[in-house]
Nanobody, 124 residues
């Protein structure tokens, strides 16, 4: 069983930065692929970053490319999401998700394990 615990959310003004953390536990092969998703009220869940823990390769959609960066700390079993130049439209609940295999793109249905989320609010 994989457990994912997010932290680091909060309130920030536009242009500011936040770093989210996703602490993972469980068999490593069950969480080889870690992704970050977000969901704003009345909107669907949107993927914002993905990292393959085995290869270190990353993926970002155009909406956050150049502003968000995902990284891993294997010693701490933690994946980070550094978010810079935040915009009001980045306001959402942010979730980390894990699965054994990194499939193309960022599709919520491709991930088996989910954390409870951490709220990010960006004011203008």
């Amino acid at each position: 069983q994989v457990q994912l615990v997010e932290s680091g959310g909060g309130s920030v003004q536009a242009g500011g930065s936040l770093r989210l953390s996703c602490a993972a536990s469980g068999a490593w092969y069950t969480r080889n692929c870690i992704a970050w998703f977000r969901q704003a009220p009345l909107k669907g869940r949107e993927g914002v970053a993905k990292i393959n823990l085995g290869t270190g390769s990353t993926y970002y959609p155009d909406s956050v490319k150049g502003r968000f960066a995902v990284s891993q700390d294997n010693a701490k079993n933690t994946v980070y999401l550094q978010m810079n130049n935040l915009k009001p439209e980045d306001t959402a609940m942010y979730y980390c998700a894990a699965d054994t295999i990194c499939r193309p793109y960022l599709v919520p249905g491709d991930f088996t394990y989910w954390g409870q989320g951490t709220q990010v609010t960006v004011s203008s």
